[in-house]
């Protein structure tokens, strides 16, 4: 069992720390190459950035039309990440998503594919929401009309740039042991993995929200890998 598990409050996340984390692997390890998996329409690293650290970087999206809104100065690919025929031409040092995994419906296939785009010793870090978190898990169960329909009432956003897809949430999890077997069993180490807990759903119910509060300091205080409700993990190509 890993001992790099820890855990922290989603606010965190949404001041920037996930950018953060990434900033600061690509100075740790010195790396150059990078892929930013399902980056679409919203690169996750900014151009002044790339260009200033003197990134060889890509956005690998499966959409056309999503890879189109990004500007015209990021190198896009055009793949799927988790079909059994991916193939490409290139390795990288480090692959990344954000908010990405919970829309793949073969997540093992995903990893697979990303451990063989990984150079000698390259890293994956994945950034996403896990089940069963109960605004998850209806987004999970509820035709995709209604899901949409949902999400414009509790958290709108804009549409044409932050499209909403399908999800199934699968190896969408915290630091259990099963979790972190499946990553280990592929041929990966875990170099850290992060729960999160708390989220802003309930913010129109604000009962509902307050109790939402109360139960994200108990976890806070004693964490549970089952009841994160996001996560991101760090992965060694081993």
Same mark, same amino acid.
């Given at each position: ?69 990004? =500007? ?93 897809? =399908?999800?199934? +949430? ?22 850290? +993995? ?6 802003? +759903? ?20 004693? =964490? ?15």
């Amino acid at each position: 069992m890993t001992t790099n598990i820890s855990y922290g409050h989603s606010d965190d996340v949404w001041q920037g720390l996930f950018e953060t984390l990434l900033a600061d692997l690509i100075e740790k390890y010195k790396i150059k190459r990078v892929c930013d998996i399902g980056g679409g329409a919203n690169p996750v690293i900014n151009i002044e950035f790339i260009e200033s650290n003197g990134l060889d970087y890509s956005i690998l999206d499966i959409s056309e039309p999503e890879l189109l809104k990004a =500007p015209s100065n990021y190198n896009k690919i055009l793949a799927d990440i988790a079909t059994p025929t991916f193939s490409i031409n290139k390795k990288f040092d480090l692959v990344f998503s954000k908010f990405l995994a919970e829309h793949i419906t073969d997540a093992k296939q995903f990893h697979k594919n990303i451990l063989s785009c990984l150079d000698e010793s390259g890293l994956a870090v994945h950034f996403f929401p896990t089940f069963y978190t109960i605004p998850f898990l209806v987004n999970f169960l509820v035709p995709d009309k209604l899901a949409k329909a949902l999400l414009n009432i509790f958290h709108p956003r804009d549409m044409y740039q932050r499209n909403k897809f =399908p999800a199934y +949430y699968r190896w969408c999890r915290g630091p259990t042991r099963r979790q972190i077997q499946k990553f280990t069993d592929l041929g990966y180490e875990i170099i850290g +993995y992060r729960g999160f807990f708390g989220h802003g +759903y309930y913010n129109k119910i604000k009962p509902l929200q307050k109790l939402h509060e109360l139960k994200t300091n108990y976890l806070l205080n004693h =964490p549970n890998p089952n009841l994160t409700n996001f996560a991101y993990v760090i992965l060694k190509k081993r």
